[in-house]
């Protein structure tokens, strides 16, 4: 079945550095997708990105697709305290069928 | 609309037991996940209903699991015969086509403590 890994598993930044994490998946995404989850809460959907090498901007955060659709960046500029939380990348396959995969999730903390 | 709702949002209960946990999505969503996560890892697919209709459950589950979603609206899922490894978060999630493929919005979800 699909599988998609993500590293680091962990990252500890200082405020101000910046952080990227990695996606990759099994087989062919149709689209990827990028939730953030605080500590003790539940993903929220963050962006999602649908053509082959596509870039996204959200202020700090720069999200990437490859041109294979197999894998996926996050990257974090400055970071801050706020950024804190797991960041899991998700996608369906591109089978045509809507079952939403999740990564394994990189959690990042924010030293002040 | 407030977003999606599950109830209850703890549930203790002892091993043998059986468990329902309720899901609400948003109103116009007619995509229904659901999904279980454990400590330190990523959501793990269970099973997806467009409108009425599952589509698909994960081979992980087992016939203990039980999800429905009868009028296309809210949806349940039951297990039967609780098992201390059924210890976990379980969330549920809503999707419309119209808002962008596949774009989940989650609810807080439902903890469960098998003891």
């Known amino acids: 079945g699909q599988q998609v890994m993500q590293i680091p598993q962990y990252q500890h930044v200082q405020e101000g550095e910046d952080f990227t994490t990695y996606c990759n998946s099994s087989t062919t995404l149709s689209n990827i997708q990028w939730y953030k989850q605080r500590p003790g809460g539940h993903p929220v959907f963050l962006i999602q990105l649908v053509k082959s090498g596509e870039v996204k901007k959200q202020k700090r955060l720069t999200f990437q697709f490859g041109e294979a659709k197999k894998n996926s960046s996050l990257h974090i500029t400055a970071t801050q305290t706020t950024d804190v939380g797991t960041y899991f990348c998700a996608g369906p396959n591109s089978g045509g069928y809507q079952k939403v995969t999740f990564g394994t999730g990189t959690k990042l903390q924010v030293i002040p | 609309d407030t977003g999606v709702s599950q109830d209850p949002r703890h549930k203790i209960t002892k091993r043998g037991q059986n468990v329902t946990f309720r899901c609400d999505p948003i109103?116009?969503?007619?995509?229904l996940y659901w999904y279980r996560q454990t400590l330190g890892q990523g959501p793990e697919f269970l099973t997806y209903f467009q409108n009425e209709a599952q589509l698909e459950k994960s081979r992980l589950l087992s016939d203990r699991f039980s999800a429905e979603r009868p009028k296309g609206s809210f949806s349940t899922l039951e297990i039967q015969r609780t098992e201390q490894g059924d210890s976990a978060m379980y969330l549920c999630?809503?999707?419309?086509?119209?808002?962008?493929?596949?774009?989940?919005?989650f609810g807080a979800g439902s903890r469960l403590t098998v003891l």
């Open positions: 109103s116009e969503h007619n995509r």
């Open positions: 999630a809503s999707s419309d086509r119209a808002s962008g493929a596949n774009v989940l919005t």
